[in-house]
């Protein structure tokens, strides 16, 4: 047959394996940092309005 890659072996398909692996885990931890960043705002704007209100009942 012309035209077609011959199938791969079982160490291609292991290194590949591992290449999907790490590249979803990177996506994964970029997500959780830009997460824990959104969080992290929100909860400094949660305490900056709270210690506002704070001040003015004071």
Not at 21 to 26: D, K, N, P, S
């Given at each position: 047959m012309r035209g077609t890659a011959p199938p791969w072996t079982h160490a291609e398909v292991e290194a590949a394996t591992r290449i999907v692996?790490?590249?979803?885990?990177?996506r994964n931890n970029h997500r959780m940092r830009e997460l824990s960043l959104r969080e992290n705002e929100s909860l400094l704007g949660q305490k900056d309005y709270l210690r506002k209100e704070v001040n003015h009942r004071v």
């Open positions: 692996r790490l590249v979803l885990e990177q």
